[in-house]
Every structure is written in structure tokens, then in C-alpha cells.
């Protein structure tokens, strides 16, 4: 027996990641993929083009514009965002983080986390997760299928990741308790090509390529939602097609 989702009581929440094994890179090489992913995540809407440096310790210290991206200042903000111990030395195959917001309040805020230059033996060892507005003017244009194959495509282009996706956190909810938590697929998700060759998918799902490096997945056109049980059924129907041409395994070490 398939049980359905409790409808949500507030606004659900979006976000899009993209996630890849170990891959050791500077700080240098960091600032410049993140440079290329700011950019092209402005194009994808206004709110998306204002972002600041999420200061380190968090909270403290003056709000420091990201934008234009400045490969100087985004190089230093991945070597201060070196992990380490409290007190200690660098870790270096933890890699560098850095933390970005923009200027909306409430459910119409956005953040960026981007993890880069980890080697160390995770399963997912880098991310770059973006959390997006739940409600309001931004959130309408931006929870859109157009506007969220845009955001993905430019984590592809960018970062190069494994895999990435757009999705809702009751969809997430809802993929995890099917015991499908090790690789999430979204409304729109992205596979590298080194995965393997995505199969014919069931109308209404879209496919398109990402250049020569993936394959980009959109399951409806309209928004989707796990209030709506055809949604769910094709999600689940498009996981199987996925598992059974060997595409749905977790990121390598």
C-alpha cells in the first residue's frame, strides 16, 4: 500500500544541489568555477544576481558584495574557508567552503553553499547546494521548470558535478522514506555522462544535453508537487527506468 504525502501546512521549500566525488583543486581553481557559476546563475533571474559573502565565524564582521564576481576576492574567500579544527591546522583534503546571501528576508530569502577541492574518501565529498524563496513574487518566477533547468544547467556547466537536481523538501521527504536517499531524482535533475546513456523516459519527461558533459531531466513542465499523485507515480515510474539502466547509484569514491 502506497501511502500518499500529508499536504504541507506552509509553503514547501526548493532547493537545487549538485554533488561530486573526490577532486582536489586550489582555492584558485575554486574561485574560478564559482565566478562562472555566479554568472550564469544571474541570467537565470534578478534575485539571483545579488549575493554576499557569508562572513566567517558566522554572523560577524561587515557584509562583503560577491558580485560581479571578483576572482581575487572569491579566491580568498575559499582559502579563508579552509576547514579546519577550532584552534588547529588546515585540513587539506577537507577542502574549502564558502557561504553566500542575498538580500531577501523570510521565505523569500536565497543562500549558497558551495563545498570545493575536497579529496578526501567521501561518497560525496564537494556540493554546491542553493536554497531557494518559498513564497512570494520571486518565488513564482524562479519555481519554475525554465528558470530551474537554467539554475541546473549552470551547477553542469560549472561545476562539473556527478549529478545535480532541483527539488522540493517534501519530494525529498517522500524519496527518502522510499529508501532512495542515496541519490535524490528531482523535478529537474542533471547526470553526468560518465554515468551512462539516459533510456527513453514516459511523456511528459523532457530530455536535453548539457554539451558534450550530461544529460538534463525534466519531469513536468508545470510546477510539481507531491500533492498531485500522477507527479509522484511518474517520479517513482522515471527512478525505476533510471535504476534499471544502472544510472541511480550513489557518487563513487
Same mark, same amino acid.
Given at each position: 500500500?502506497?501511502?500518499?504525502? %500529508? ?6 521549500? =526548493? ?12 582555492? !584558485? ?5 564559482? +565566478?562562472? =557559476? ?23 564582521g561587515?557584509? %562583503? ?12 574567500? =575559499? ?11 588546515p ?5 574549502f567552503?564558502?557561504?553566500a ?8 530569502? +536565497?543562500?549558497? $553553499? ?11 565529498? $564537494? ?13 513564482e ?18 561545476? *562539473?558535478?556527478?549529478?545535480a537536481?532541483?527539488?522540493?523538501? %517534501?519530494?525529498? !521527504?517522500?524519496?527518502?522514506e ?5 541519490m535524490?531524482l ?21 530530455i !536535453?544535453?548539457?554539451e558534450d558533459k550530461? %544529460? ?5 513542465? !508545470?510546477? =510539481?508537487?507531491?500533492? $498531485?499523485?500522477?507527479?509522484? +507515480? ?5 527512478? *525505476? ?13
Open positions: 500500500m502506497t501511502t500518499q504525502p %500529508t499536504p504541507a501546512l506552509h509553503p514547501d521549500s =526548493f532547493h537545487a544541489g549538485a554533488y561530486w566525488g573526490p577532486r582536489k583543486e586550489s582555492p !584558485e581553481e575554486c574561485a574560478r568555477r564559482a +565566478a562562472a =557559476f555566479l554568472d550564469l546563475l544571474a541570467a537565470c533571474d534578478p534575485l539571483l544576481a545579488h549575493w554576499n559573502k557569508i562572513p566567517k565565524p558566522r554572523g560577524k561587515r557584509r %562583503t558584495p560577491l558580485m560581479p564576481p571578483s576572482l581575487p576576492a572569491l579566491t580568498e574567500a =575559499f582559502r579563508r574557508g579552509v576547514n579546519r579544527e577550532p584552534g588547529g591546522p585540513i587539506d583534503d577537507l577542502g567552503r564558502v557561504g546571501y542575498n538580500d531577501g528576508t523570510g521565505p523569500d530569502f +536565497a543562500s549558497v $553553499n558551495m563545498k570545493c577541492g575536497s579529496h578526501a574518501a567521501f561518497r560525496i565529498a $564537494n556540493s554546491c547546494v542553493l536554497s531557494l524563496p518559498a513564497k512570494g513574487a520571486n518565488a518566477r524562479i519555481l519554475t521548470a525554465s528558470v530551474l533547468f537554467q539554475v541546473v544547467r549552470s551547477m553542469a556547466l560549472t561545476w *562539473e558535478p556527478d549529478w537536481v532541483a527539488m522540493s523538501r %517534501t519530494h525529498q !521527504e517522500l524519496a527518502s522510499d529508501g532512495k536517499a542515496d535524490w528531482g523535478w529537474v535533475t542533471y547526470l553526468a555522462c560518465h554515468r551512462g546513456k539516459v533510456p527513453p523516459l514516459p511523456t511528459p519527461v523532457r !536535453e544535453p548539457v550530461g %544529460t538534463l531531466i525534466i519531469l513536468t513542465p !508545470e510546477r =510539481f508537487t507531491v500533492d $498531485n499523485p500522477d507527479h509522484v +507515480a511518474l517520479s517513482r515510474r522515471v527512478r *525505476e527506468l533510471l535504476a534499471r539502466a544502472g544510472l541511480m547509484h550513489p557518487v563513487s569514491s
